[in-house]
């Protein structure tokens, strides 16, 4: 701090307060551009929130004013109106095994195509990947075609395994690039001490690999959680439904009654946005993992 | 010196049958991604796919074969061709936003401060809502009778700007584009902020000192360290804008309304599928097939401009 200072007293301090004045000047029109940003951010949320806690008649005469109570009415009748039990059970189930299996043979992939040496490997990433650039609503068709062939209509796994299936381009993409910067000598002191390629991957490998499983986990969780478009076409029965469909279909019966709809809204949200609130590092170190080279 | 000679021939054969083993590990751990992959995205692509050149309404039995038919109707329909357009527009008014704002935002972000988390994860936060929700929630902000804009409108005094914002031809594509943007810049910032997070400080304080300008220190020091960060947002950004579907869906629904102002490729493919709308003339799969292949080859196309520009951009400053 005063080696500066003390070597050349007048001009340093003058020229340290003056910058300091400037930084502070950018900082603090810099703090007002980043509060309106968040404000642009919060308040349809905070709009949504206090909306899901209002009457029909509250939302005409206040739009954007505080509710006149904070009683869970409408969440007490938007989860029994808009079949939100069985649709949360739903969402749950389907979710978690489509990005356990999803990400588990994603995983396997992007070991044997980043580390282990044989021809073709770069044709199966491609082939892999460029899943990324077909449009879901055109294959739609024959998939539900397929999925009558297999029986599986009128069940839940038509979901599991397109969420599973659709997911293993990112996993393969995020994968990859996290096993091709591990050092090739790990694997192979495994190797030279007798370990068998499966047991090295299990032992060596894997446990290595816990981070960006986790990022490709949350990468595929998040969208797969809100999608509506599959359930549209393979929850045919109200047994089937996830939120975003129950949510959808809830819509279009009660769309007048805003508030009831905003809570079944806020009901669906909630699982995500509190595990993204308790994870929120994570989140953030998932989703840039791998965009930046170090 | 025997020793060794004896060894070679050995250890070549085992090299090989190392190569061998390596070989049929990696198809055992191929396997499950291959068999999903090659089930449910490359079956039913190539059977989707092939029916572009025949003549199917999507129930009863396949028609003749028409050849390219179905492409050329594509380049004659004035509607599918609007709704490629609004893609366009959508991806273009958002590349510009991005690399400003959200840049922007990002670079304000990164510098120390107290409230930078939460900020940060403020700004993050519509990543992991849901398109429901926020289609939703711009619904009713904009609606006539319960919405926020136009009370505010009239409280500053603009009174004459108030609209009925989602049925306006000439608003509702800017909504729409709006409501995606908001969507769109938590990712883009997120990113952005981790490529910023990457320039060694040293560097930009060894610029500084040598008496570089904040605007010489960005130019040279921080934007070619973020290149990588551009090629990222750039590219996830074509994907964003060219498959847009459940936001835009959510909003105006199947047929884009008002009159189609805001119907995307996504849409079109969706409503010429499973027409449900009146104003469907009636669904021919094929031809929605046709343009979903359009759509693909759209984005392909973009997707690999951008990462051939920005791609060889990354080479040059590293």
Redesign the interface.
């Known amino acids: 701090m005063s080696s500066e200072a003390a070597r050349i007293p007048g001009t340093a301090t003058a020229a340290r307060r003056r910058r300091r004045l400037r930084a502070f000047g950018s900082?603090l029109s810099?703090?007002a551009?980043?509060a309106i940003?968040?404000l642009?951010?919060?308040?349809?949320?905070w709009?949504?929130f206090v909306?899901s806690f209002k009457s029909v008649e509250e939302?005409?005469a206040s739009?954007?004013g505080l509710p006149a109570s904070f009683a869970p009415t409408n969440y007490r009748g938007a989860w029994e109106e808009a079949n939100i039990p069985t649709a949360l059970v739903n969402s749950v189930v389907v979710t978690v095994a489509s990005v356990l299996l999803g990400t588990?043979?994603?995983c396997?992939?992007a070991?044997?195509?980043a580390r282990?040496?044989?021809r073709g490997?770069a044709l199966?990433q491609l082939?892999?990947v460029s899943?990324?650039?077909?449009?879901t609503?055109?294959?739609?068709?024959?998939?539900f075609?397929?999925m009558r062939q297999l029986g599986l209509l009128g069940t839940i796994w038509p979901l599991i395994?397109?969420y599973?299936?659709?997911g293993?381009p990112v996993g393969?993409i995020v994968l990859v690039g996290f096993f091709r910067a591990i050092p090739r000598e790990l694997s192979e002191a495994a190797a030279i001490d007798g370990a068998t390629?499966?047991r090295t991957?299990l032992d060596v490998i894997l446990p290595l690999a816990r981070a960006p499983m986790m990022t490709v986990a949350i990468l595929n969780g998040?969208w797969i959680?809100?999608?509506?478009?599959l359930p549209l076409l393979f929850s045919t029965r109200a047994e089937l439904q996830t939120l975003?469909l129950a949510?959808?279909s809830f819509?279009g019966a009660y769309s007048t009654d805003?508030g009831l709809?905003?809570a079944g809204?806020v009901i669906?949200?909630i699982p995500?946005?509190l595990v993204?609130?308790l994870m929120?590092r994570r989140?953030?170190a998932g989703?840039?993992a791998g965009?930046?080279?170090? | 010196m025997g020793v060794e000679a004896t060894a070679q021939p050995t250890g070549l054969v085992r090299a090989r049958v190392a190569g061998f083993a390596r070989r049929r590990f990696a198809l055992w751990l191929l396997l499950p991604a291959l068999v999903l992959t090659l089930g449910f995205y490359v079956l039913p692509t190539v059977g989707s796919y092939w029916l572009a050149f025949f003549d199917w309404d999507g129930l009863g039995p396949v028609g003749g074969f028409v050849g390219l038919d179905n492409f050329s109707r594509l380049l004659h329909d004035d509607s599918f061709l609007a709704a490629a357009l609004h893609n366009v527009w959508i991806f273009v008014v958002l590349l510009v936003a991005t690399n400003t704002v959200s840049l922007g935002l990002a670079m304000l972000i990164d510098r120390k401060f107290a409230l930078r988390n939460v900020y940060r994860a403020i700004i993050f936060l519509p990543y992991v809502l849901s398109p429901l929700a926020i289609g939703f929630i711009w619904q009713v902000l904009l609606s006539p009778s319960i919405g926020i804009l136009n009370p505010a409108l009239d409280a500053v005094g603009l009174g004459g700007l108030q609209r009925e914002w989602l049925a306006d031809p000439g608003t509702a594509l800017w909504v729409v584009i709006a409501a995606l943007a908001w969507q769109w810049n938590a990712l883009a910032t997120v990113v952005f902020l981790a490529g910023l997070q990457s320039v060694p400080g040293e560097l930009r304080d060894a610029a500084r000192i040598d008496g570089a300008r904040p605007a010489r220190v960005l130019r040279d020091v921080t934007l070619p360290f973020l290149a990588p960060a551009f090629t990222t947002v750039n590219v996830l950004l074509a994907v964003f804008a060219f498959r847009a579907f459940d936001l835009v869906y959510v909003l105006t629904g199947p047929l884009g309304a008002p009159d189609g102002e805001t119907l995307v490729m996504g849409t079109a493919v969706y409503t010429t599928a499973f027409p449900t709308g009146q104003f469907s003339s009636g669904a021919s799969f094929s031809y929605a097939v046709a343009q979903g292949i359009f759509l693909t080859a759209v984005l392909g196309l973009a997707a690999f401009a951008l990462l051939a520009f920005l791609g060889r951009r990354e080479k040059r400053v590293l």
């Open positions: 900082s810099g703090q551009v980043l940003a968040c642009a951010i919060l308040a349809p949320c709009f949504l909306g939302f005409f739009p954007f588990a043979v994603s396997l992939a070991y044997a195509i282990l040496r044989f490997a199966v082939l892999i899943g990324l650039f077909v449009p609503q055109v294959i739609s068709i024959a998939v075609i397929e395994l397109m599973a299936t659709l293993i393969v390629p499966w991957f998040v959680w809100n999608d509506y478009y975003p949510i959808l819509f805003y709809v905003f809204v669906s949200a995500v946005v993204y609130v929120t989140f953030i989703v840039t965009s930046v080279k170090g």
